[in-house]
């Protein structure tokens, strides 16, 4: 246990705790709005693993941090399907993007190391997976494919704010 | 052999998703089926105890208001009371009930919710009483300006219920005017609406018909009032009436409610 790993660790908790206290309360309000849509913050704990990781640990730890998030949500299996899907499709998002030359030790998915415009298509992608089968999920049948859709949209939009929100105030290095 | 070994090591990773993937998704089938794998609800003692802390700060700004509604409701029960006591005063002697014939076949056990959700296909709640204060599963819950929800987990110090917008939740209910009863759902995604069902067609709806509980099971008391009818219609070719109630309780704001312990339902607690 390195000084890193705390500090992943430690971060970790904190969004954890941000969703299921703070986010959590905020989307279950009575306006409208919230009828259709949600906030997530937490699918960032992934995003943010280091770029070099092995692939299976990420879609453990997805998997693992998923059924957390399920058990403070009143669900069983649907955070953590979508959530380990989401792991390993960032493993496919990273090699798609990765820069001439491979990627550096030193590089972490971040908009200090890595730019805004590279972090903006990884956070995007990785979510519209994560945020379509969450709602695929959740409702589990395609007959409301509308409604699927329209949830999704409208999550990614919050979420995304969320997180692009904790990249541009925090400007995290690793 | 050799293929086989290079295979398995090549995709591994693929193979490790689609191993949790299968995990999931029976997760999320036995869900569907038995409402819950049992473990992973908010009553466990971990998330509980996170949940009510958190509660506890929240609460704090909304004092006020919570002091007020139960002091207006205090207000109404006293009231009721000393109209009953009122009532029997005038009887005679004979006709006068003796204390000992009152039946009291209802206990009730205030609760406080600790966590809610209303925008999920299936809601749930947690309240901060669990066995140890003599909740059990299946039991109703109540609150100041209507229904909740039903106990679904149990445990400890906590327990989760199903809330009225469930797909589970059936609840009996009945017109109060002319006590024809049909059974109350909740399929729409507005939290502010139940539809009631199996109304026949010979009944006289209005529009501001008073919805209450029919009493027809175990659960709930009879004559609880749930809301007031929205609009209603009949499907094409359908015998009864559906109908949209619109209920009382604003289940997104629930915090102070009462659980409802009937006792005739087991004659064994008695």
Redesign the interface.
């Known amino acids: 246990m390195n000084r890193e790993t705390i500090k992943h660790i430690l971060r970790g908790i904190i969004f954890l705790i941000v969703q299921?206290?703070i986010l959590k309360?905020i989307?279950?309000?009575?306006h409208w709005i919230?009828?259709?849509s949600?906030i997530f913050i937490y699918p960032i704990i992934i995003l943010l693993l280091p770029i070099r990781m092995t692939?299976?640990y990420v879609?453990?730890f997805g998997?693992v941090l998923?059924?957390a998030i399920?058990?403070?949500?009143?669900?069983?299996?649907?955070h953590?399907?979508a959530l380990?899907?989401m792991?390993?499709a960032r493993?496919i998002v990273l090699s798609y993007m990765e820069p001439r030359g491979g990627y550096q030790l030193t590089m972490s998915p971040t908009r200090h190391s890595m730019g805004i415009n590279w972090l903006l298509v990884y956070t995007s992608v990785c979510l519209a997976v994560h945020l379509f089968l969450y709602f695929t999920?959740?409702?589990?049948t395609f007959v409301y494919i509308g409604k699927i859709l329209l949830k999704t949209l409208l999550t990614f939009v919050f979420s995304m704010m969320a997180i692009m929100g904790y990249h541009l105030l925090f400007n995290p290095r690793k | 052999m050799n293929n086989l070994l290079l295979f398995i090591f090549r995709y591994s990773a693929f193979l490790l998703f689609v191993l949790l993937e299968i995990v999931a998704l029976i997760l999320i089938v036995r869900y569907n089926e038995d409402q819950r794998a049992i473990f992973l609800n908010s009553s466990t003692v971990f998330t509980g105890k996170l949940y009510k802390m958190a509660d506890k700060a929240y609460k704090y700004g909304h004092l006020q208001t919570t002091a007020d509604s139960l002091a207006s409701e205090n207000a109404k029960l006293k009231a009721e009371v000393f109209n009953m006591e009122r009532t029997f005063q005038h009887m005679s002697g004979k006709e006068k009930p003796l204390d000992s014939c009152i039946l009291e076949p209802f206990k009730i056990i205030s609760a406080s919710i600790i966590n809610n959700s209303i925008n999920e296909r299936n809601n749930h709640f947690t309240l901060d009483r669990g066995t140890n204060d003599g909740i059990r599963n299946g039991m109703g819950v109540i609150s100041p300006h209507g229904i909740a929800g039903i106990v679904e987990e149990s445990n400890g110090q906590y327990a989760t219920a199903i809330s009225v917008l469930h797909s589970a939740a059936r609840i009996s209910a009945s017109i109060k005017r002319n006590n024809f009863f049909g059974s109350l759902v909740w399929k729409a995604t507005n939290p502010e609406y139940m539809i009631l069902e199996a109304i026949p067609r010979q009944a006289d709806i209005l529009i501001g018909d008073t919805i209450i509980t029919s009493g027809y099971s175990f659960i709930y008391p009879r004559g609880i009032y749930i809301g007031t009818v929205h609009r209603f219609w009949t499907e094409g070719g359908s015998n009864y009436y559906t109908v949209e109630v619109k209920l009382q309780e604003d289940i997104a704001r629930l915090d102070r409610v009462y659980v409802v312990v009937y006792n005739e339902a087991n004659p064994m607690i008695q």
């Open positions: 299921v206290l309360r989307s279950s309000g009575n919230w009828h259709y949600d692939r299976h879609i453990m998997f998923g059924l399920d058990m403070f949500y009143d669900m069983a299996g649907v953590a399907f380990t899907a792991a390993y493993g999920a959740e409702i589990f």
